[in-house]
């Protein structure tokens, strides 16, 4: 059923704007005048459709725009031509005013029905109330939120021993050791690394003939950190050689780191409290959007509007910026009070839902310490290719 009505913010019988589309939005036809023009001296608003016992009220049409703009138009007419309207202006329908007072690119501007409404009147009459909201302009406002998660880290992944331990630039090419017997110090940390991970999860064997505390696992891990010999893998060979780094800064560093470690394991302090950040941005679309998939390191901040993490009224600074001196251990690149804030963001996938007249979507972001999210796994460019795009193994 094709109809003529004013929606929007049109009004009928209007003498600056007489030609109205026909409803629903998008029938075709041309455009044409709705009602009977106003007597002079008349202060009722005179309208039908077609020209036939339809009155547009004096008040109509009533338009807000608050969270998304709304408007409401009301009419006189039988009470079989209010049934009928009734019929064909359900929840969801899409209607267009003619865009003479307000245009979107050049054309009308479109509006979703969310209720009609008839009210019986005397004389076999009914009054028609429709409201509608705007798809065409007025969403509703971004919402934000950034509330703290507890991340849930191994101690191994803890900023305070994670930066000591990890293998990371040189230490994949320099080499330690006293000659011939050699290794990178990425093949030694990451014996280290493994050492620790034994150490744990190795169960008790005391020595034979012996009563100890400890079992002869743990002991050798402990003895060959406080020589300084690492057992290490040196390929092509699959046994191990013991590589003394009591030279090396950087493995004395990660020995110390994992003492600690151990130390830290015997008072059960296996998985330290560790705060992360989750950042959640809504927006809202008047059409589908293309979906994040997520699971990649990116930071929200250049994403986020910056009324939501700038401090300042104009600026470039953020929420995040004296976490470094707050927590230098956690957030502070060089682990000092000093240094520039350092976090780590996993984007999370988006989440869409659709609400009355828009699609709300949901973008997340997850905040920690560098480290947490493996550079690897987490990365957002092409799957390796050939053997040489892996980490090696030792």
Same mark, same amino acid.
């Given at each position: 059923?094709?109809?003529?009505?004013?929606?929007?913010?049109?009004?009928?019988?209007?003498?600056?704007?007489?030609?109205?589309?026909?409803? /629903?939005?998008?029938?075709?036809?041309?455009?044409?005048?709705?009602?009977?023009?106003?007597?002079?001296?008349?202060?009722?608003?005179?309208?039908?459709?077609?020209?036939?016992?339809?009155?547009?009220?004096?008040? $109509?049409?009533?338009? *807000?725009? #608050? *969270?998304?703009?709304?408007?409401?138009?009301?009419?006189?007419?039988?009470?079989?031509?209010?049934?009928?309207?009734?019929?064909?202006?359900?929840?969801?329908?899409?209607?267009?005013?003619?865009?003479?007072?307000?245009?979107?690119?050049?054309?009308?501007?479109?509006?979703?029905?969310?209720?009609?409404?008839?009210?019986?009147?005397?004389?076999?009459?009914?009054?028609?109330?429709?409201?509608?909201?705007?798809? $065409?302009?007025?969403?509703? /406002?971004?919402?934000?939120?950034?509330?703290?998660?507890?991340?849930?880290?191994?101690?191994?992944?803890?900023?305070?021993?994670?930066?000591?331990?990890?293998?990371?630039?040189?230490?994949?090419?320099?080499?330690?050791?006293? #000659?011939?017997?050699?290794?990178?110090?990425?093949?030694?940390?990451?014996?280290?690394?493994? #050492?620790?991970?034994?150490?744990?999860?190795?169960?008790?064997?005391?020595?034979?003939?012996?009563?100890?505390?400890?079992?002869?696992?743990?002991?050798?891990?402990?003895?060959?950190?406080?020589?300084?010999?690492?057992?290490?893998?040196?390929?092509?060979?699959?046994?191990?050689?013991?590589?003394?780094?009591?030279?090396? #800064?950087?493995?004395?560093?990660?020995?110390?780191?994992?003492?600690?470690?151990?130390?830290?394991?015997?008072?059960?302090?296996?998985?330290?409290?560790?705060?992360?950040?989750?950042?959640?941005?809504?927006?809202?679309?008047?059409?589908?959007?293309?979906?994040?998939?997520?699971?990649?390191?990116?930071?929200?901040?250049?994403?986020?509007?910056?009324?939501?993490?700038?401090?300042?009224?104009?600026?470039?600074?953020?929420?995040?910026?004296?976490?470094?001196?707050?927590? /230098?251990?956690?957030?502070?690149?060089?682990?000092?009070?000093?240094?520039?804030?350092?976090?780590?963001?996993?984007?999370?996938?988006?989440?869409?839902?659709?609400?009355?007249?828009?699609?709300?979507?949901?973008?997340?972001?997850?905040?920690?310490?560098?480290?947490?999210?493996?550079?690897?796994?987490?990365?957002?460019?092409?799957?390796?290719?050939?053997?040489?795009?892996?980490? /090696?193994?030792?």
């Amino acid at each position: 059923m094709a109809f003529r009505l004013p929606f929007g913010f049109d009004r009928a019988s209007d003498p600056n704007n007489p030609n109205l589309p026909l409803q /629903p939005a998008g029938t075709g036809g041309a455009l044409g005048p709705v009602g009977t023009p106003q007597p002079a001296g008349d202060l009722i608003v005179a309208g039908d459709d077609n020209g036939t016992n339809v009155q547009e009220n004096p008040d $109509s049409p009533e338009i *807000e725009r #608050a *969270e998304q703009a709304t408007f409401m138009h009301k009419f006189k007419t039988t009470w079989q031509n209010a049934c009928s309207f009734l019929t064909v202006l359900g929840r969801g329908t899409f209607v267009q005013d003619s865009g003479f007072y307000a245009s979107s690119s050049g054309g009308g501007t479109i509006w979703r029905v969310l209720s009609s409404k008839i009210q019986a009147i005397r004389g076999g009459y009914a009054e028609l109330s429709v409201t509608a909201e705007s798809i $065409s302009f007025d969403s509703p /406002p971004d919402d934000y939120q950034m509330i703290p998660v507890e991340l849930g880290i191994d101690i191994i992944k803890h900023p305070r021993y994670f930066y000591a331990l990890y293998p990371s630039g040189s230490d994949f090419t320099d080499l330690v050791g006293v #000659a011939p017997t050699q290794a990178t110090r990425a093949q030694v940390k990451q014996s280290i690394i493994r #050492a620790i991970q034994t150490y744990r999860d190795s169960p008790y064997f005391p020595q034979a003939g012996q009563v100890t505390l400890n079992g002869i696992v743990q002991n050798s891990i402990v003895n060959y950190f406080i020589s300084s010999l690492i057992p290490t893998i040196l390929p092509p060979s699959s046994s191990e050689s013991q590589i003394d780094v009591s030279g090396d #800064a950087g493995c004395l560093l990660a020995i110390a780191a994992a003492g600690e470690i151990i130390q830290k394991l015997w008072n059960n302090i296996d998985s330290p409290y560790m705060p992360g950040f989750q950042v959640t941005l809504k927006q809202y679309f008047f059409r589908p959007v293309f979906e994040n998939p997520g699971g990649y390191i990116e930071s929200p901040v250049g994403i986020v509007p910056d009324y939501f993490i700038s401090p300042s009224q104009s600026g470039p600074d953020t929420i995040f910026d004296q976490m470094a001196a707050i927590n /230098p251990q956690c957030f502070s690149n060089d682990g000092t009070s000093t240094g520039t804030v350092n976090i780590s963001w996993l984007r999370k996938a988006d989440e869409v839902v659709y609400q009355r007249t828009w699609f709300e979507v949901t973008s997340t972001w997850i905040g920690s310490p560098i480290g947490h999210w493996d550079l690897q796994i987490y990365q957002n460019g092409h799957r390796p290719t050939s053997p040489s795009d892996y980490l /090696p193994l030792v």
